[in-house]
């Protein structure tokens, strides 16, 4: 198992990601995971999805499970396609939208995150911001 | 979290939609949940489904839990859009089938219903009334 | 399967059990079963306990699985006794304090019904006042 | 039902939770749920336990289920009492040892705290302090 993000590395990442999701007037729930897809930090802003809370946590789990971006899944996820059925495997945790993604430190991966709130592009926009927040820190 | 409608109201509801079920010669299961998605009566007529148990009691989460009718969730959950997959997540309570709305006063969803049993339609249809009676009384 | 109550009495029963709820100042959740343990209706009273409203279904359920008053379940499920761990079985739907009871007419059990929300010995009593109200029905 | 208490206002309990705990030497996860059971925020310290993050998540969904602190649950839930057996109702989601507490204003349960990560009087030290928070915000 890699080095894992730490308690404040994570707040500090999803403070970011509500930052913008404040500018875009979205309201989101926002999941940090380490390494092995277990909760780190979660918040849920006011009046977001209740949906979200396990959607988040789920992408976040994803994204650390399969070491890949979720959206990345949507298409082999697809009927005819390679991974067909794979969205209902692993306990119902998989996520084959967009809006989890994997923090790579050094070519490590060292935490996930996941949001979930709105439209896919919405969610994705808004993780992308803790992620940047995430690389800015490690650049 | 907005304020709940109390059980008074909830069965009155469930028994406009009945009796819009007995008038299509329908049985139907039909289930009203608070804001945040946990239930508050649940009524199973006679003969009905007893899938729609559950059904009709996942419609009502959903339509909490995503605050929109479940008939919305059809088309962005289809192969390649852009929900896809949306329908097996969340512990499986996603229903991504009309049958499901939220009940809206001044602006605030103060509870849900779900209804199970027939074809879609027919679950929309014996739902709505359970709205209409709703919106009777907030009007 | 023996025959089933209908939605009707079901829901006759739980008012009469709402009433005696509402004459001992108790908040409550009433659950009716049919025979096989599958919900035929339920009801939340305002302000009662989230967690009864999976007590009093599987309350109402463990009455149908087994047969039996809840309450009679206690005692055989205690550390040493022949029924130690039966609680922990039927994927956790097996409830071992009162407040469950089958309903019989002629010899045969047509329903159960299941309560949560204070004290054993008051989910009992509340409990207790459905099954008369059924007693009554098939005198 | 109540009103909420906003992420803002969770996350300030947590953190003066987090700072008890850092004091005392001790690592715990630390959960607000709303007062219907659902989480709002939810953080793990460095090295907390894996299991006290459901564990604490429960524990705060408990005391929004039950509308009591759960170290009330250990004795009337032991061997021979009266509600033995209800740490395994409600999908396992019940924990009848202390660290869950209600927040109350003006007589509402507005939203709980859950801790784990050490002894049960440990937990019981951190979550207290998150409670002191929320009354001098509330004073």
Do not use: K, R, Y
């Given at each position: 198992m890699s080095e894992s993000l730490t308690l404040s590395e994570a707040t500090d990442l999803i403070e970011a990601a509500e930052a913008e999701a404040e500018e875009m007037g979205l309201k989101m729930v926002i999941a940090v995971a380490n390494p092995e897809g277990n909760l780190i930090a979660q918040h849920r802003m006011d009046?977001?999805?209740?949906?979200s809370v396990e959607i988040s946590r789920n992408k976040a789990y994803t994204a650390a499970a399969?070491?890949?971006?979720?959206?990345?899944l949507a298409e082999p996820s697809?009927?005819?396609?390679?991974?067909?059925?794979?969205?209902?495997?692993?306990e119902g945790r998989?996520?084959?939208?967009?809006g989890g993604y994997p923090l790579e430190a050094d070519g490590e991966i060292v935490g996930t995150i996941g949001v979930s709130g709105g439209e896919v592009e919405q969610d994705m926009a808004v993780a992308s911001a803790g992620v940047e927040r995430f690389e800015e820190r490690h650049a």
């Open positions: 009046d977001a999805w209740l949906a399969l070491q890949m971006p979720t959206h990345e697809q009927p005819g396609e390679s991974l067909w059925g794979l969205q209902t495997t692993d998989i996520v084959v939208f967009g």
